[in-house]
């Protein structure tokens, strides 16, 4: 029987695979739990994973080379997330192991956390209920509708189009920038990031982190926003220039500011930013909810079933690279022996 090590801990596993999906999982293959409370280093993940073909794993910790050098039985990674940059892809494809990935299944949690945020920003709701909590009555101050503003989305993917839907469901005026999206109705195309800046008045980071996006989010851009403009980021935190964002919030540039991702560890936001009183953070949960959690679950189960048949599975990066899993594949009697045991 295949084995597969989950290496997720088990908060982890609780949050981010479900019972459902592990349960899925059991009745396809002999699985094996992580049970340490941190998440493992590469060496302590060597160890717990030897013997196993198939790694199930969370969005943390770093996969490095030495797993899959260190792993000979090793057949396939499949990562319960959609982000891989932590993960060595060119050391797994020379090692010929195959890297899958989840699809997306959290673009309605997210949107909906960003529609959340934009009202809590321009009504100041959070804030007037920390001074509540605070035994203070609040300041009563003028707020922000949603009718009628522009929302300007840079990003045009799963999560923006969902949030493109619920933004002109609230009668706002939607604009969109992405340059690898050509069609973008039934909302207004801005042809350059700059055309949404000068015009949004809620701009949302959607963008996808590749190195040409990295810090797209700068002095600059936060200079050619609208004054008075309220900022979103809810895609990863690499692609904004933090000490510029907390100098635009200082000079008042921005009215406010929503964070779901950051720099600091596991794309939370940065505790710099997230104490500044025009922010609002929280702890990278946009996508927390059951629904978004058993998807990308359930993703991993179906790929782990897929390998079993030969199968290559669906959202696989490196299928060309990953000899381990074709030997395997035409072994024929031997798919579910570790590959270094097949002819």
């Known amino acids: 029987m295949m084995r597969v090590f989950l290496n997720h801990t088990p908060q982890a596993r609780e949050h981010y695979y479900g019972e459902r999906a592990l349960r899925r999982l059991e009745q396809l293959a002999e699985v094996r739990l992580n049970t340490q409370q941190e998440p493992l280093s590469a060496a302590q993940m060597v160890q717990a994973a030897q ?20 792993l ?3 057949l396939a990674f499949c990562r319960v997330a959609v982000d891989v940059n932590n993960i060595d892809l060119s050391a797994a494809s020379r090692h010929g192991v195959l890297v899958t990935r989840a699809t997306p299944g959290f673009g309605p949690s997210v949107a909906e956390w960003i529609v959340g945020v934009m009202v809590d920003m321009s009504r100041g709701i959070s804030c007037a209920v920390g001074q509540y909590r605070q035994g203070r009555v609040p300041s009563v101050r003028m707020g922000r509708q949603l009718a009628g503003a522009v929302l300007g989305i840079v990003g045009y993917g799963t999560i923006g189009r969902y949030l493109a839907k619920l933004g002109q469901a609230l009668g706002m005026d939607v ?9 973008v109705g039934p909302c207004r195309r801005a042809d350059t990031l700059a055309a949404v800046l000068a015009e949004a008045d809620y701009v949302i980071c959607l963008a996808a982190s590749v190195p040409e996006t990295a810090g797209l989010f700068d002095a600059a851009a936060f200079a050619a926003m609208k004054p008075g403009a309220c900022f979103v980021n809810a895609a990863r935190g690499e692609l904004v220039d933090e000490p510029a964002l907390l100098q635009a919030l200082d000079e008042g540039r921005l009215a406010a500011c929503a964070l779901d991702v950051g720099r600091a560890a ?6 710099a930013l997230a ?14 909810t059951p629904q978004a959690v058993e998807h990308q679950a ?14 290559v599975p669906h959202e696989a990066l490196n299928a060309q690279d990953a000899y381990r899993f074709h030997r395997l594949s035409r072994a024929g ?10 002819p």
């Open 72 to 74: 000979p039985e090793l």
């Open 51 to 70: 013997g196993c073909q198939v790694i199930v794993g969370a969005r943390v910790p770093a996969v490095p080379a030495d797993v899959f050098e260190q």
């Open 175 to 183: 604009l969109v920038h992405d340059p690898y999206q050509p069609d």
């Open 266 to 271: 596991d794309q939370m936001p940065s505790l």
């Open 333 to 342: 009697p031997c798919a579910n022996a570790p590959v270094s045991r097949c």
């Open 275 to 288: 104490m500044h009183p025009k922010v609002i953070a929280s702890p990278h949960i946009g996508g927390l």
């Open 298 to 311: 359930l993703d991993t189960v179906e790929q782990v079933r897929a390998i079993l048949q030969g199968k």
